[in-house]
């Protein structure tokens, strides 16, 4: 059974730049793409840091050229690093290992593929 686990959530302040950290068990196919999915109080779940199965990243709108995934070989999920936090950043941040369909971000069910179970990441 593939498990996720978060960390490097709380709180944070504004313009600071925390990570965000992913551990994966089990065996996850190399046909899914990983990376962070947030919710936003209000909001749905979106995609905002993805690396399909070639390794290319997508990033949402909302943080491009703030947020980073930092590909490491001994890690399923990269890591986050956030940069330039702003008060919009605040929201529970999931790692997963999603299917094809969820790659280019947006909305995932979270009936697809695997989650973590998120970490609360607040900005002030």
């Known amino acids: 059974e593939v498990q996720l686990v978060e960390s490097g959530g709380g709180t944070a302040q504004t313009g600071g730049s925390p990570t965000l950290s992913c551990v994966t068990t089990?065996?996850?196919?190399?046909?899914?793409?990983l990376g962070w999915f947030r919710q936003i109080p209000g909001q749905e779940r979106e995609g905002i840091a993805i690396?399909?199965?070639?390794?290319?990243?997508n990033y949402a709108d909302s943080v491009k050229d703030r947020f980073t995934l930092l590909p490491d070989a001994d890690k399923t999920v990269p890591d986050l690093q956030m940069n330039s936090l702003k008060a919009e950043d605040t929201g529970v941040y999931y790692c997963?290992?999603?299917?094809?369909?969820?790659?280019?971000?947006?909305?995932?069910?979270?009936?697809?593929?695997?989650w973590g179970q998120g970490t609360q990441v607040t900005v002030s």
């Open positions: 997963a290992a999603v299917s094809r369909w969820c790659c280019g971000g947006g909305y995932c069910p979270p009936n697809d593929g695997f």
């Open positions: 089990g065996h996850v196919y190399t046909s899914y793409c």
């Open positions: 690396t399909d199965d070639t390794g290319r990243a």
